[in-house]
């Protein structure tokens, strides 16, 4: 099992380079966990590749609709919130969602931000790919 964050998710969607290296890393494990607010993140971050032009309108959908079929289990976080508020010095509380996900379940967290991984400063296992 693995925690997700939506950088992975929007890089795999977009087919940026070295996709299928994030596939085949997220197919070696036995399970996908989310924060609830994941599916937040991948519109808001379609609807950037959207007003960039990166996208059409109907890929935007196409993608979503992609996305919400991937078997990701979503969990809620609203119990970790004293643990997210903890860490607002260094990270935003959504990104500190999927830390604390991660801390707490003593799982990995598979992210494309560097500065998350660099500036998480908590027990979490964070692994950039």
């Known amino acids: 099992m693995i925690v997700v964050d939506a950088s992975v998710i929007l890089h795999i969607l977009t087919d940026a380079p070295n996709s299928e290296t994030i596939i085949a ?6 399970g996908l966990i989310a924060p ?3 599916d937040l993140e991948v519109l808001n971050g379609l609807r950037k590749h959207l007003i ?12 979503f ?3 919400a079929d991937w078997p990701i289990e ?3 976080v609203l119990h970790f919130n004293p ?5 607002r010095e260094n990270i935003t509380p959504y990104d500190a969602s999927y830390v604390c996900l991660a801390a707490n379940l003593d799982v990995i967290l598979l992210t494309k ?4 991984q660099l500036s998480a400063n908590t027990k979490a296992k964070i692994e950039l790919i």
Request: hydrophobic share 40%.
């Open 65 to 67: 609709k992609t996305f």
């Open 36 to 38: 609830h607010l994941i």
């Open 25 to 30: 890393r997220l197919e070696a494990e036995d």
């Open 52 to 63: 960039a032009k990166r996208l059409r309108g109907e890929q935007g959908a196409l993608l």
């Open 83 to 87: 643990q997210i508020w903890s860490l």
């Open 113 to 116: 931000d560097k500065k998350l």
């Open 74 to 76: 979503r969990l809620s």
